[in-house]
């Protein structure tokens, strides 16, 4: 299953039934899982850790050092979960010591091309990062969040589930959940319905979504104010307390 212009090292653990192409490199310390395809012209490098059942396309990178003057090759590490497709030019880092020392890619993820996941992130499951998005170092990009393309995301933000950002955002803030992104400069505009919809959540808990996202950007209320009564809701609503665990993780402030 390695085409014999593939250049494997020794020292990499690579399952018997992973498919490598041609001129594809792969370093020593990188572990790839059963079923994952690597297609020509594809480098692997670093302590990398692939799981099963990835798709990764040609001149992709991954696994390279990070892009930070601080890291002075520290044995840091990249760890993919499984089901993800990589498409061309997608680049993924690892981590440095200064945070976690692991980039970290969950589950059933598309990263299309020219995406970029850079040090330290965090990307949760059945993400979609749209053609050369790009998150800066230590971002969290929670699951089933949606990034249109060209959208760039500010080092530390946290994006929440079924977050959706349209063309060419800028994000320097936290994103809460649910909301749906726009404009320059960008701005939440509501609440990502089509999404909320394809993801089967009922026309009760979207009504409830809404509400809650009318209390944060559209009433009177403080911040503070609007997340007690969003938390006070979320008692008689659980889709709703994602926003109480967002809020409780917030570090830079959100987008407003």
């Known amino acids: 299953m390695i085409d014999q212009r593939a250049i494997v090292d020794s020292k990499a653990n690579i399952d018997e039934s992973v498919d490598i192409g041609p001129f594809s490199i792969i370093g020593p310390d990188v572990e790839i899982q059963a079923g994952t395809w690597i297609g020509p012209h594809v480098v692997i490098t670093g302590n990398t850790s692939i799981g099963q059942d990835n798709q990764i396309y040609q001149f992709a990178s991954v696994g390279e050092a990070p892009q930070d003057k601080k890291y002075q090759g520290e044995a840091t590490k990249l760890v993919i979960g499984n089901r993800n497709v990589i498409r061309e030019y997608a680049t993924l880092h690892r981590g440095t010591i200064q945070d976690q020392g692991m980039t970290q890619v969950g589950n059933d993820n598309l990263l299309m091309a020219y995406s970029h996941i850079a040090h330290d992130c965090q990307v949760a499951d059945h993400v979609i990062l749209a053609n050369a998005s790009s998150l800066a170092g230590h971002v969290k990009l929670h699951h089933h969040a949606i990034l249109g393309g060209f959208t760039v995301v500010h080092q530390f933000c946290h994006i929440g589930a079924y977050a959706f950002s349209a063309m060419g955002c800028v994000i320097t803030r936290d994103v809460p959940p649910y909301t749906m992104l726009g404009g320059r400069p960008t701005k939440p ?27 944060i950007y559209r009433s009177k209320l403080t911040l503070e104010q609007a997340i007690d009564e969003v938390a006070e809701l979320s008692k008689q609503y659980p889709e709703l307390d994602l926003y109480n665990d967002f809020f409780k993780s917030s570090q830079r402030s959100i987008l407003r």
């Open 189 to 215: 505009y509501g609440i990502n319905i089509e999404g909320l919809k394809r993801n089967q959540f009922s026309d009760e808990a979207i009504r409830m979504i809404r509400k809650a996202f009318k209390l």
